[in-house]
């Protein structure tokens, strides 16, 4: 019978079906991707850093389980007794290997390291685990600690991350799990030894507290209809009460159960007629703009431990814009900005971004993603305060826009930029590009073209396509805006 590690005993708290598939059918897994393993490359970092915050730890290194196992043990017997890193257990197959093992009078005190801003339910699960297979192996557990990251650090450059984690005891609350620990295994293990996969349908359990790489999987056995209640979105609970209703099928719900609520009745209005509907008002404002007009988008990179002087955890860091401008005499331009060099891109990116904005003429993003991104630039460079605060005052969001006066039932209930835009020019395909089809992949991109690895023949590959992707960005707002001041209604 194989080892059972933490993790997987908590993907078992979330779904048996999970752990049977994780074991059984790893091939299901689609999160097995680029991202997913700079995620966990970004999680390990952060737990090398909290490592370094104990001068004269040992890390346990050993290619086999049985090394680590036996070599924990080794340097437990030692005087004086070194903080251990990664310290390796096993009890009735239950495997743990705990971030950090400080040796304290009378024991020890676990630290589990997470890299999340708070402490959550399952970090607690989590750690009792840990804490509990310790003490079945004679381990004197003293207290059980949490350190998470302190989202108000500030990076004060040359390697000093003193204040990157808050240090939080949760013995108590550990302790109180530790006699649901067994019973937790015990079913983990039955799942484990199942034949056949579990049959466990869908549910909320599918994305809390992780989204699961199997849901692919397990959803395309149910056949769901083509207009769902979910694309109501589920504000107010609406679309759970139209399915305890038995409603599978939006264009099948009575008009009255719908209220007065306009958002819900374009909704349904559409996928009735399975054609857009355009409120006139929208186009009504657009027109009422002045000219030139402003496309703009920006895409960020965030990091867990701050790389830059004066950033923080988490922090959104700008490293690309992207501005098409448009005359009253229908004339377009584009002119972007890209830093790849490694360094903070954000003064550049703001020295550059403000000039090619001009004095005047409406700004349109999508979203406030934009908006806040200044405002925290603001903040870091008060030199150039002033002019962004002008640059704001000029925004005009067209999510809400959006949402308030647009609907085609192919959206299925999203407003986002990628699903409005195949509805009102399918010709800008973004699955048409190389390299680059969304923000996550161009953070990707980013990263792997900063890295010092990187050739110079591919960074050029990298650059083109962030480019590209992003200048598709902006040239949809105009699109959008075009669309919106130009076509009838329903049409």
Sequence with gaps: MQHLSKSRIIEHRQCARRLWLRVHRPDLDTQASTSA????????????????????????????????????????????????????????????????????????????????????????????????????????????QLAHINSTFVYPG?????????????????????????????????????????????????????????????????????????????????????????????????????????????IWRACRSGKAELDPAAGEHL??????????????????????????????????????????NGTVSHTEFLDISGKDPSKPFLETLIPALGKRGPIFVYSHFERNRLKALAIRFPKYATDIESILERM??????????????????SWSLKAVLPTIAPELDYSALEGVQDGGEAQQAYLEAIHRQTTGERKTELQQAMLAYCKLDTEALVKLVEYFSNMLPNN
């Excluded at 290194?61 to 030692?78: F, V």
């Design 287 to 328: 027109r009422s703009l002045a000219y030139p007009r402003y496309f703009l988008d920006f895409e960020t990179i965030q990091f867990i431990v701050p790389t830059w002087k004066g950033t923080s955890p988490y922090q959104q860091i700008p490293f690309q814009w992207s501005c098409h401008k448009a005359g009253k």
């Design 37 to 144: 393993q700079s995620r966990m490359q970004a999680g390990t970092h952060a737990g090398e850093i909290a490592c370094s915050l104990f001068p004269g730890g040992r890390m346990i290194e050993a290619e086999k389980l049985s090394d680590a196992i036996a070599l924990t043990a080794d340097l437990l017997n030692r005087k004086p007794k070194p903080t251990l890193f990664e310290a390796t257990f096993s009890h009735r197959k239950v495997l743990v290997r705990v971030d950090i093992l400080q040796p304290v009078r009378g024991g020890y005190d676990i630290v589990e390291v997470k890299s999340s801003t708070d402490i959550k339910g399952y970090h607690l699960e989590d750690a009792a685990i840990q804490a509990w297979v310790c003490q079945q192996t004679g381990l004197p557990i003293k207290r059980t």
């Design 158 to 266: 040359k390697q000093q991350y003193d204040g990157l984690f808050t240090f939080t005891d949760i013995t108590k609350d550990t302790d109180a799990l530790l006699k649901q620990v067994p019973h937790w295994t015990k079913a983990a293990f039955a799942t484990l030894n199942e034949k056949s996969e579990p049959i466990i349908e869908p549910g909320k359990h599918c994305k809390k507290p992780f989204e699961c790489p199997y849901m692919e999987h397990c959803t395309h056995e149910y056949k769901a209809a083509k207009y769902p209640p979910e694309d109501l979105g589920n504000k107010g609970n609406i679309a759970s009460r139209l399915q305890e209703q038995g409603y599978t099928d939006l264009r099948k719900v009575p008009k009255a159960l719908l209220g007065n609520n306009e958002k819900y009745l374009r």
């Design 396 to 413: 005009v969001d067209l999510l809400p826009l959006s949402r308030a006066h647009y609907y085609h039932p192919a959206m299925h209930g």
